[in-house]
């Protein structure tokens, strides 16, 4: 153990911020016979570090060590509580050593616990690679599972195999890696990570737009150039770090090894901070060749940057009374949830401030499931991807209370939604959203749920009672929409209608299930029709990529392997990534897909009968129709489980098999080519 291996693990016992004689604990260590004993994974061995370690520090009055209880950490280390004095001041922690093939530490690490919180350092004891550190952190992150396309930092995926802790996911495409790393991320609140070799980044890329345009938490990794082949015409390179300005929230070029532990600490802040979103890492050489480089690297883990949200700001007090008195005023109310709500887990505590202030709530599609489907308050999904009940109210409204919500076209129908001058209370955790559309008599800064716990705690039901009518008002929108959508819903037609798959998802869902949907029709007909009843149940959206929905219900099932997850998509979106059928087979991810299968792009339908004056007639199917495509057989060749459904009784069936089974199944229902789904409501 050399000078600087001994500064470094004195490092981990003592906290930078006390004033502590580091280079004497150094010293100290340097006598420590107990860090050279060999054996550590057997039980001699770990009785052997325990009382060395209780004899040396016996040996130095003024520093008390107490080392307690033994266990083993996988089959190459052992792990130890221990309490340590130094200048009148203890720390309590764990502290964990790792040996290789001959004895040699390898790896040492120390893990404090304070009142407040808890700092974790890892200290590696020797030199190592690039690719070792980025296993250890991510590991040590939290990461669960990476997706990639080879072949890029193969020596990482090599080393993660030491500790079996993160699956590896093979993926068909680059873009499916990042579909299914986000749809992982937005199960699980948890960073989603992807990567792929230099030349594989426009395709990774093009797919980022998605998780960016939905605020989902993830670390995207490349290869990258090396300056010494700049402008020689190396096979297969350009400068792809523009593709990446627009769909990133930060971008970071590790040219060299020592670079690599601060580039990979700040994507895990600006991915989970703020509002969330990607951030990408390109790393020098093709195959990011940094990995092969050995040095002294630390890994220090940022807990926090784990998981969202990594802060909760609460919005000023003032603000939080004055948006307090708005509401307790207003006589038609309504509350518009977004997307931030649900990252920050904050349905429960929204449902409560809207009970007892008597107000209807409308949800964007990123928050369908914050509140119950079946909620009395609940009027539905607003805007282009809309139930006409939702419309109707923020048409109606004279104040509408945004959380969460980026106030884009989409929920607002192209800012019809509510109508221009209304009365508009904002909260966002990112203030250049606060006005950014309307113009906010209130504008709050904060976490979704820390600031509506204190909405909550402040808030009595003043006015509820003056609301009364206007509750009545919203149930009865709810209502008449019913209404209006029985015939179809109920329908027994041949082929079948989109909207009668939409009454048995939501009639059949389990109580925990994940409900994925692709963008386009299939996005209009889950927003606008399925109710999702149990608040364990989740609803995860294609924020604009086609094709988006099965890589993502694959990540989503890797998180959340005890949870049933029910992917919603048309044959369009399906045939985009059918191939990764194939991987969710393999990495036994049993999704359900039910496939709206009308052989055809149909969601333009309504811009072609225009084009052709009204009527289709000639060639019209050249620009929209597919052939007949048994997606059951190709679900079957690939070792999953297929079924075709061409009757609308024998859809319950097919879900309730499916659901049996415990692999991956397609659902393959033929449906009406013509039925549209039902457009935005202005008046």
């Excluded at 906290?15 to 860090?35: F, P, Q």
């Excluded at 195999?161 to 590896?168: G, K, P």
Aim: net charge negative; charged share 25%; aromatic share 8%.
């Amino acid at each position: 153990m050399d000078e600087a291996q001994r500064m470094t693990i004195a490092k981990a016992y003592v906290d930078a911020s006390n004033d502590h004689d580091v280079e004497r604990i150094a010293t100290m260590l340097s006598k420590d016979v107990a860090y050279r004993s060999s054996g550590v994974g057997s039980h001699d061995g770990a009785e052997t570090i325990l009382a060395m370690n209780r004899k040396f520090f016996a040996d130095f009055p003024d520093v008390h060590r107490e080392t307690r209880d033994w266990r083993h950490v996988d089959t190459t280390g052992v792990e130890f509580e221990f309490t340590i004095t130094l200048g009148g001041q203890s720390h309590q922690g764990v502290e964990r050593i790792f040996v290789g093939d001959h004895g040699e530490i390898t790896r040492v690490e120390v893990e404090r616990k304070t009142e407040t919180i808890t700092k974790r350092r890892e200290t590696i004891m020797a030199k190592m690679t690039g690719a070792r550190f980025l296993a250890d952190f991510l590991e040590r992150s939290g990461v669960t599972h990476v997706f990639w396309v080879p072949a890029v930092l193969m020596q990482m995926l090599r080393e993660m195999e030491t500790s079996n802790r993160i699956s590896r996911i093979l993926a068909h495409s680059e873009k499916a890696a990042v579909y299914m790393a986000d749809g992982y991320a937005r199960a699980s609140g948890r960073p989603g990570v992807c990567f792929a070799q230099k030349i594989g980044a426009a395709n990774l890329a093009a797919a980022l737009k998605d998780p960016y345009l939905a605020n989902t938490p993830l670390i995207a990794m490349t290869g990258g150039a090396l300056p010494r082949f700049e402008n020689r015409h190396v096979y297969q390179q350009l400068d792809d770090g523009a593709m990446f300005v627009p769909v990133t929230k930060t971008q970071a070029h590790v040219a060299e090894l020592q670079a690599l532990p601060e580039a990979m600490r700040q994507a895990f802040r600006d991915a989970t901070t703020g509002t969330p979103g990607p951030a990408y890492v390109e790393i020098a050489g093709h195959f990011a060749d940094v990995e092969f480089e050995e040095g002294d690297l630390d890994v220090l883990i940022e807990e926090r940057f784990g998981q969202i949200p990594a802060f909760r700001p609460v919005a000023d007090s003032d603000a939080i009374d004055a948006a307090i008195t708005l509401l307790a005023a207003a006589e038609r109310p309504v509350i518009v949830a977004g997307g931030g709500v649900r990252s920050s887990g904050a349905g429960d505590v929204l449902i409560a401030l809207a009970e007892r202030l008597g107000i209807p709530v409308a949800t964007a599609m990123n928050a369908k499931d914050t509140i119950p489907g079946n909620h009395p308050l609940n009027i539905g999904v607003p805007g282009t991807y809309s139930r006409k009940s939702a419309d109707q109210a923020l048409l109606e409204t004279d104040l509408v209370f945004f959380i969460g919500s980026q106030t884009g076209s989409q929920v607002t129908a192209h800012w019809h939604l509510p109508p221009p001058g209304t009365a508009v209370i904002q909260l966002d955790i990112n203030a250049a959203e606060l006005g950014r559309h309307y113009t906010n008599a209130v504008s709050m800064m904060g976490d979704a749920r820390a600031t509506l716990e204190v909405m909550l705690e402040r808030a009595d039901a003043t006015g509820a009672d003056l609301r009364g009518p206007w509750r009545e008002r919203t149930l009865g929108f709810v209502a008449d929409w019913r209404a209006e959508m029985a015939g179809h819903m109920n329908s027994n037609s041949a082929p079948i209608r989109p909207e009668r798959i939409c009454k048995e998802l939501t009639d059949w869902l389990p109580e925990n299930a994940i409900l994925v949907c692709d963008t386009g029709h299939s996005g209009m007909w889950t927003a606008g029709i399925i109710d999702l009843n149990h608040a364990g149940q989740s609803y995860l959206r294609a924020a604009g990529s086609l094709g988006w929905g099965l890589p993502a219900s694959i990540g989503a099932q890797l998180a959340c392997p005890d949870r049933p997850v029910v992917l919603f998509t048309g044959d369009g979106g399906f045939w985009y990534h059918t191939t990764e059928l194939e991987t969710a087979v393999r990495r036994n991810a049993p999704v359900i897909c039910v496939v709206n299968n009308n052989g055809s792009l149909n969601q333009g339908i309504g811009d072609e009968i225009e084009a052709r004056g009204g009527k289709l007639e000639g060639r019209h199917g050249d620009v929209w129709q597919f052939n007949d495509t048994d997606f059951a057989g190709i679900a079957r060749s690939m070792g999953a489980h297929g079924i075709r459904v061409e009757k609308a009784q024998d859809i319950r069936p097919a879900f309730e098999e499916a659901l049996r089974l415990r692999q991956p199944v397609v659902i393959d229902v033929n449906t009406d080519p013509y039925a549209e789904a039902p457009e935005v409501y202005l008046g």
